[in-house]
């Protein structure tokens, strides 16, 4: 069975402060693909990561960082020094190879006022 | 780049109506997504296209769904007889052949069934 779990249902924050998504899964493979995606209020999804689970190495873009640790089945995104233009939802996907079909968690949204 | 398009982007129907939308991928994509999305959850697979073999369903897609990629482009997702419980953001997306495979996705076509 695959599941993506996202505990915090929204966060809040002021500009400039840093803050940190989580996300932990459950699978029985051992391959796999881990995904984050934005979803800004005009809805469209913005695909912002893609993580294989051969891959534990941490990844710096700009102000986001993702750490991924399989000991724990987790694959969390920090934004740091947080903008207003950050608020949307955000979505932790997991992919099974051998399978297409994207298993999304139900999202955090972050609200970032100034 | 012209990204994931989708038509209409908003539907407004009477329940027992029914409703056909359509979607075409990046050019050059040969894979093709459907998802739906409901308030307050994530994207939920319906089905999947690889040129214009349909590979996967979801048990989602009941009989009253068909989705269609005649010519391995674009793609259509009908629904029959639509009900209240079908109101929801349906979200198409694409992705490239061979290895990388991550989807992106089209803006989604909002469906509602009064």
């Known amino acids: 069975a695959q599941k993506v779990t996202q505990a915090q249902t929204e966060i809040s924050v002021v500009e400039k402060e840093d803050v940190t998504l989580d996300c932990v899964y459950e699978?029985?493979?051992?391959?796999?693909?881990l995904f984050w995606y934005k979803q800004p209020p005009s809805g469209e999804l913005v695909f912002l990561i893609r993580r294989n689970s051969f891959d534990e190495q941490n990844e710096i873009s700009g102000r986001y960082s993702w750490n991924f640790q399989k000991s724990t089945s987790s694959f969390n995104f920090t934004i740091t020094a947080s903008q207003v233009v950050d608020s949307a939802v955000y979505f932790c996907a997991l992919r099974n190879t051998g399978f297409q079909k994207l298993v999304f968690g139900t999202g955090t949204r972050l609200l970032v006022s100034p | 780049d012209t990204g994931v398009s989708q038509n209409p982007r908003h539907k407004i129907t009477k329940r027992g109506q029914n409703v056909t939308f359509r979607c075409d991928p990046i050019s050059e994509h040969n894979r093709l997504y459907w998802y739906r999305q409901t308030l307050g959850q994530g994207p939920e697979f319906l089905t999947y296209f690889q040129n214009e073999a349909q590979l996967e369903k979801s048990r989602l897609l009941s009989d009253r769904f068909s989705a269609e990629r005649p010519k391995g482009s674009f793609s259509t997702l009908e629904i029959q007889r639509t009900e209240q419980g079908d109101s929801a953001m349906y979200l198409c997306?694409?992705?490239?052949?061979?290895?990388?495979?991550?989807?992106?996705f089209g803006p989604g076509t909002r469906l509602t069934v009064l």
């Open positions: 997306a694409s992705s490239p052949p061979g290895g990388i495979d991550t989807q992106y």
């Open positions: 699978t029985r493979d051992t391959t796999y693909y």
